[in-house]
């Protein structure tokens, strides 16, 4: 499905980041690390309304969560849990956001690489296509297989976190049988 891209321009993009998976580097503060977020979709057109939950550790980050807190960002306390229980709350939160929302948007998830869970992909698959969600990601490596497929960005995450442009796009190719 093609996303018309002067609608996405102005489209709304909700960003769910997972910062236990995905911490502010080291050489960034936490304020210029959403500022670069801002700047970097900003820049690839993304020029609609942006919100930012962080999802994490309150108490393993107390002094990063209040300064992303007073850089504008919503701040949600959930532990690390493992993986699927992760998976599961990305799906759930991301839809009730799906819900509650009508015409084109943009969709970022900020987490650790998901693209071999099948429940997240087809999660995701069902939010491009029903949902009209623009896709956007960013992890510590690049995802792969089938969710490229429906990914509009994908950023290197400390890419992103440095306010950096996303990789060049890529297509999976289904094997023949």
């Known amino acids: 499905m093609a996303f018309e ?11 769910f980041w997972y910062i236990d998976d995905c911490k502010v580097p080291e050489d960034i503060k936490p304020f210029y690390a959403v500022d ?11 020029c609609g ?3 930012i939950t962080v999802y994490g550790d309150y108490e393993s980050q107390k002094n990063t969560f209040k300064v992303l807190r007073y850089a504008g960002v919503d701040i949600v306390n959930r532990p690390a849990g493992n993986k699927d229980e992760r998976v599961a709350e990305i799906i759930v939160d991301v ?3 799906a819900m509650n929302r ?6 970022m998830i900020i987490s650790e690489d998901f693209s071999g869970v099948s429940a997240f ?9 029903a949902r009209r969600c623009n896709i956007l990601l960013a992890q510590p490596q690049f995802a792969s297989g089938p969710i490229l497929n429906v990914i509009g960005n994908q950023w290197l995450w400390t890419s992103l976190a440095a306010g950096g442009d996303p990789e060049p796009k890529r297509r999976y190719k ?3 049988t």
């Open 5 to 15: 891209p002067e609608n996405l321009m102005k489209a709304s993009t909700e960003v």
């Open 95 to 97: 839809f009730s956001w």
């Open 36 to 46: 670069n977020i801002k700047s970097a979709l900003n820049k690839n057109g993304y």
């Open 174 to 176: 289904f094997p023949l």
């Open 102 to 107: 009508l015409g084109e948007s943009n969709l």
């Open 49 to 51: 309304r942006l919100t």
């Open 121 to 129: 992909v087809r999660a995701i698959q069902k939010l491009h296509y």
